[in-house]
């Protein structure tokens, strides 16, 4: 798949930015991304796991905002991770209108109630604040679409898988994606969950 399949305002931030080609995983991940299978992506770093997650996130949701529940959940490692994550998202949607929030520990959870529920597009969240919001139902979650992992090695740390998997059973229809190095134990555990009809897609350098 080429850069060129995507839609107008999506094509116009990748030339933006300077990327001239998709990478061998891009290359191989973002027609399965697009199909709307179930995936675990596994490639090294540097391998463009992470642009081709953003650049795939942004085409299912047709570089639009809409209404204002969420249609993107990408799940990260801890509060640096999200903010990271938001500001390349933001580096692709500057001329866009989409909406990015990130949930984790350190904020007011009020707070971050309140501004889920007056509209989000994408949120980035930990496991565990995103739990707690989900308890104390600060997300609706029926119009989602893509339900995404980044760097999912962090489920080895305790307690995180417990917080993810619960989740999907209130979820009636979306995409589940896991991006990662390498196969784990506690990914392979999420087979015995919502990631049972999931394929591998394995690009090493």
Do not use: W
């Amino acid at each position: 798949m080429s850069f060129k399949k995507l839609n107008p305002p999506l094509k116009e931030a990748i030339e933006r930015l300077g990327f001239e080609s998709p990478t061998a995983f891009q290359k191989t991940a973002l027609p399965k991304i697009k199909s709307g299978a179930d995936l675990y992506c596994l490639a090294p770093e540097g391998s463009g796991k992470t642009t081709a997650m953003i650049i795939s996130v942004i085409q299912k949701l047709n570089s639009e905002a809409f209404e204002d529940s969420p249609r993107a959940l990408i799940y990260v490692k801890d509060k640096e991770a999200a903010l990271e994550l938001e500001q390349k998202f933001k580096k692709f949607t500057r001329e866009m209108d989409l909406r990015i929030y990130c949930a984790y520990e350190e904020q007011n959870i009020d707070d971050q109630k309140d501004a889920i529920y007056y509209g989000v597009d994408i949120v980035i969240a930990t496991p565990k604040r995103l739990g707690k919001l989900f308890s104390m139902t600060g997300i609706h979650l029926g119009q989602l679409q893509l339900f995404i992992l980044e760097d999912a090695e962090f489920l080895s740390k305790p307690g995180n898988i417990d917080e993810i998997v619960r989740i999907p059973l209130s979820i009636s229809k979306c995409q589940y994606l896991v991006f990662g190095e390498k196969m784990v134990p506690k990914m392979e555990r999420l087979q015995d969950t919502f990631m049972e009809r999931a394929k591998v897609i394995k690009v090493s350098k």
